[in-house]
């Protein structure tokens, strides 16, 4: 069964996350630099707000991968980005109904590794 | 059709794989047993007004990992001897593809062809009124198999319901779909044994965008799983049936033969390919061969002359013991007929589930569910086969059997 991660984590954070969840067995990822903001609205510790919300820079990655390796994908992302503060990010596990290699039209888990 | 001492061949098989697993002598004994064996009389009224009476079987091999499951055969090489060996092939087929039903067979002495659709009726509504406290949504559930088809299990809803006194259309699976039967259940075998072929390029690593596809069989299986490899965009160079076969290297479509099939003509006809004797059939040199016919065709004295990649096996057993060594030693790879053929059960636990539930899913989710099914029982039987160094029917073999006789271990032995 096929699942879909998509993760919201701190700029910083991506070149050490890239590499591990490719060590994890991820064949493919696609990346994008967002803003948006959480629970703090995005207010840092200590700031006072001056309008109802802020737009942090953040990066989307997304990824399809087999339901097996979830558990792996998603505990490597939180270790490696955790870091004690708001605005660390956040993980959603979303069900994948199908996917097809373009090139090769093989469908399902074949199209994926 | 009957093979000679089927029961004693399955056996042996049956014997080498546990020896390979270094099961106890208990255990051993216990799953060389069917549980249980039912012989019935069916007094039938025939249509001219005399009384015939045929013989009737229902074997339940084993049930510890759910309710029997299996196919009813009407035929007259039917025997007691091959419903236990069927029976007993259910029981790994189902625990191969890991879908939660034990094994079971049944038949009745027959010739369908020679019977009025009366005298079927009648003949049908009598053995399950013989064998209905057998068979039921939780004890064992009867499909359609050679002789049989969706009216005759239209019938059996039907007495087995006026029987209970309400409508259980859990008892049985293939029934026609307004009486609760599964989207997709018609090409279901023919899919599965699609995603088995995808599965296989895979893992061998085969690129190709076109394949060229040798198909011995244009019934239900050869049929459908023509016209689906034909979608995908592969070729189909050959196919046989009992009339002959066909060859055309540019490819045949399957919708057009089907179309010319139903007109009553005979496949070998066909005016848009060339004509070759069907036991030709096996030599030509293809990327996938799948026989989707009979029992035996693929044997010690044409194994060798086979020039396919893979052999998808659509049709039950169709490769013998002796032609194995020759296709192993030649390097052809084998998608062996329990892991092959499983897309049928497997639909059918899909319609069982749908009839219990009293809720109905979509072709297209029907599927999606059977692929998942199919690919992951291709992986779990081609790792044991990496991992264990061992061919690919020997390692569903042992796949199916080792899962069984871990649930007998778990449940044990009653009292």
Redesign the interface.
């Known amino acids: 069964?096929l699942k879909k991660i998509e993760c919201f984590i701190q700029p910083f954070k991506l070149d050490a996350v890239m590499d591990a969840i490719i060590e994890a067995g991820v064949e493919g990822i696609s990346m994008s630099e967002v803003k948006g903001f959480g629970r703090q609205r995005g207010f840092l510790k200590g700031e006072v707000p001056n309008k109802l919300v802020k737009l942090l820079p953040k990066v989307k990655l997304e990824m399809v991968i087999d339901e097996e390796k979830i558990e792996e994908v998603t505990k490597t992302l939180v270790k490696l980005c955790q870091t004690g503060e708001f605005g660390a990010g956040k993980i959603f596990v979303l069900p994948v109904?199908?996917a097809i290699r373009i090139r090769?039209?093989?469908?399902?888990?074949?199209a994926i590794? | 059709m009957a093979v000679e001492n089927m029961w004693e061949i399955t056996l042996a098989r049956l014997d080498k794989i546990m020896e390979m697993l270094s099961l106890s002598e208990g255990i051993k004994k216990y799953l060389r047993e069917p549980r249980k064996t039912i012989e019935v009389a069916i007094p039938v009224k025939m249509d001219d007004g005399s009384i015939e009476i045929f013989k009737g079987y229902r074997v339940q091999h084993n049930t510890n990992r759910g309710p029997g499951k299996g196919g009813i055969r009407y035929h007259q090489d039917v025997n007691l001897d091959e419903v236990k060996a069927l029976a007993m092939l259910m029981t790994w087929k189902c625990a191969v593809v890991g879908i939660p039903f034990g094994g079971a067979k049944g038949g009745v002495i027959v010739d369908p062809t020679r019977l009025s659709s009366g005298e079927i009726e009648r003949i049908t509504r009598r053995y399950i009124y013989e064998i209905i406290d057998n068979i039921g949504p939780e004890k064992d559930i009867p499909a359609p198999d050679v002789g049989t088809n969706s009216k005759v299990m239209a019938w059996i809803m039907d007495t087995y319901s006026m029987g209970k006194g309400y409508s259980v259309p859990g008892v049985v699976t293939g029934k026609p779909i307004s009486l609760g039967g599964s989207q997709g259940r018609e090409d279901a075998t023919s899919r599965g044994c699609v995603y088995s072929i995808?599965?296989t390029l895979?893992v061998l690593k085969i690129?190709k965008?076109t394949l060229d596809i040798v198909i011995q069989g244009f019934g239900n299986v050869g049929s459908n799983a023509a016209k689906i490899l034909f979608d995908?965009?592969h070729k189909i160079i050959a196919i046989s049936d009992v009339t002959g076969g066909l060859i055309n290297k540019k490819g045949i479509n399957p919708y057009k033969l089907g179309e010319y099939i139903s007109k009553g003509e005979m496949l070998s006809g066909y005016p848009e390919a060339d004509h070759i004797e069907g036991s030709k059939i096996f030599e030509i040199e293809c990327d996938v061969l799948v026989p989707a016919a009979l029992e035996n065709q693929i044997t010690g004295s044409n194994a060798a002359k086979i020039k396919a990649k893979i052999i998808a096996e659509g049709a039950n057993g169709p490769t013998t013991p002796d032609a194995d060594k020759i296709l192993n030693e030649n390097k052809i790879f084998i998608i062996p007929d329990i892991l092959c053929n499983a897309g049928g059960v497997t639909v059918s636990y899909f319609e069982w589930v749908q009839g219990n539930l009293a809720y109905f899913w979509g072709k297209r989710e029907v599927n999606?569910k059977l692929?998942?099914i199919m690919?992951k029982a291709f992986y779990d039987v081609y790792d044991c086969c990496v991992v264990k160094k061992i061919d690919m029917r020997t390692a569903a073999s042992i796949l199916g059997v080792s899962r069984v006789a871990e649930a007998v271990v778990l449940r044990g032995i009653y009292p």
């Open positions: 069964m109904e199908d090769t039209q093989e469908s399902g888990i074949s590794v | 995808l599965s895979k690129e965008h995908l965009g999606l692929r998942d690919e």
